[in-house]
């Protein structure tokens, strides 16, 4: 049967018009995933800064806050994978949408009630400690939903969409989705920043809670535009289903059937019959049977090293932000340097198709991933400074500058893991893998719970250069093992050779 063109489509020239109805239909997807992000990045800058203005001069709260957000999703990664990989495609759409706006509008009010009634630290320690604790759930569960909607758009949708077009199709439209991100990370912060510094910390929160009250039904039209204009989509969440079902009617089958053989045997063989019973409970641990599944993709030594990046503060995240605000760096300032550091972080979106069509995504990573671990060292420089405003400024300079290796890494192995992962592993797969990144996120928290006095943040500071060397020196070795070498030796001679001559 053939297809009948989408949205009216006439006969003549069909080409053309499918490829304006694809484009357009494109740039819906790219303006949803931006409002979605958006808000999603005012509230991971502006968090650090609430949690240190709620208990003044440690980073207790900003930690303990990080430790419950990553926690949550380390937790509970695998099951939403599992869960958007058994749901159809409009179905989570609308769970994403509404949980993680939901969540960011309550968010924001625990905030201005905690920042407004500051007094009730004192006089109502319950009540304080209860609002801080909503604080921390909702962002917990905003995280979560935003895992969901980044597993959707990013490793299914994209990859669906692409099918049937060159490679280098994907290439482009996962690096125009990296740089949407980057752009909401550039500018969300500096606008939040001087909201916060020229007006009050009150009204960052009220406008993050009516951005996600308003834009979720701009976010959730585009979405369900793109879903009713792409038939591949549709297409794609219908034989999710069939294949779930396909599953559960043989499960049920082979039940029914080891049911059947047990009772046919004496009783001699209850001790196999509470073996059976014990291994089907451990089958109904998500993180058991997803685990398995991630270990034995071929690209799950990429997926670590990708991971190990996360247990940092190196990153204008929670800890980072709230020790430069301790050191008296206004808060307009870090949300320039943040901005700075997602400009450079776009660059990336922008130089990786360019080196991957050259050198190959393998190698894009291996050379990515080094020359981050170079421009950290200008934050190991800044623990030597003993000036702590020069100190904080070269530490903001290091991490932004390193972010044009660390983003051409991250979508080096992203590609990796949709060039290699199959498509019945896809969502099982990006969900462990976000709460393996979470996992190690948490790691960092729980140091700085550890470390709470910002004096010391230099150890913290040194702890991560240490994880990313150890990151790149993985995935250096899982370049080794699938290419043999590193390095062109017999051209490096040649050149050699020429050069002597």
């Given at each position: ?63 303990i ?50 920042v ?21 759930i ?29 490679p ?190 050259r050198i ?21 420089a ?25 983003w ?12 290699h ?30 470390i ?30 699938v ?19």
């Amino acid at each position: 049967m053939v297809r009948e063109p989408p949205l009216g489509q006439q006969d003549q020239q069909p080409s053309s018009q499918d490829d304006s109805l694809r484009n357009s239909l494109l740039t819906y997807l790219y303006v949803g995933h931006f409002l979605a992000r958006w808000g999603a990045r005012m509230w991971e800058f502006s968090v650090g800064l609430y949690m240190i203005s709620i208990w003044p001069d440690s980073l207790l709260f900003a930690a303990i806050y990080g430790v419950v957000e990553s926690a949550s999703t380390a937790l509970f990664g695998p099951i939403v994978g599992q869960w958007v990989d058994r749901l159809t495609y409009v179905k989570v759409l609308r769970l994403w949408l509404i949980a993680q706006n939901l969540s960011f509008i309550i968010a924001g009010a625990t905030v201005i009630a905690l920042v407004e009634f500051s007094t009730l630290k004192s006089s109502n320690f319950t009540a304080f400690i209860s609002l801080v604790v909503l604080t921390n759930i909702s962002g917990a569960v905003a995280v979560l939903s935003t895992l969901a909607g980044t597993i959707l758009i990013e490793r299914e949708w994209v990859v669906v969409i692409s099918e049937g077009h060159p490679p280098e199709n994907l290439t482009k439209i996962n690096s125009i989705i990296r740089r949407i991100d980057l752009i909401s990370k550039l500018i969300a912060p500096v606008i939040t920043g001087f909201i916060i510094s020229f007006v009050s910390l009150t009204a960052s929160a009220v406008t993050l809670a009516l951005w996600n009250a308003i834009s979720v039904w701009v976010e959730y039209w585009l979405f369900i535009s793109v879903y009713n204009g792409i038939p591949a989509l549709g297409e794609s969440s219908q034989r999710r289903i069939s294949r779930l079902s396909s599953s559960v009617v043989g499960e049920s089958s082979s039940t029914s059937k080891e049911k059947e053989s047990m009772l046919s045997h004496d009783e001699g063989n209850s001790a196999l019959t509470q073996k059976t019973w014990l291994m089907n409970i451990f089958e109904w641990i998500p993180w058991l049977d997803a685990g398995k599944v991630y270990l034995q993709q071929d690209v799950v030594l990429p997926g670590v090293a990708l991971a190990l990046l996360y247990f940092t503060v190196l990153s204008f995240g929670t800890l980072m932000t709230a020790a430069l605000e301790w050191e008296g760096v206004p808060a307009f300032v870090i949300g320039i340097g943040r901005g700075i550091s997602a400009v450079i972080g776009i660059g990336a979106t922008f130089v990786y198709p360019v080196i991957q069509s050259r050198i190959s995504t393998l190698r894009t990573g291996l050379w990515s991933i080094w020359s981050q671990w170079i421009f950290l060292l200008i934050c190991v420089a800044s623990i030597l400074v003993h000036k702590s405003t020069l100190s904080a400024y070269l530490l903001m300079a290091g991490v932004a500058t390193s972010r044009l290796g660390l983003w051409t890494f991250d979508l080096a192995v992203i590609q990796q893991m949709q060039d290699h992962v199959p498509e019945s592993d896809r969502c099982v797969v990006g969900g462990v893998q976000n709460s393996l990144q979470s996992t190690l996120d948490l790691m960092s928290y729980v140091m700085g719970i550890i470390i709470s006095n910002p004096k010391d943040f230099w150890k913290l500071i040194l702890l991560s250069f240490l994880v990313v060397t150890l990151a790149a020196l993985l995935y250096t070795l899982y370049v080794y093992l699938v290419r043999k070498h590193l390095f062109h030796v017999e051209k490096l001679l040649l050149l050699m050779v020429d050069r002597i001559s």
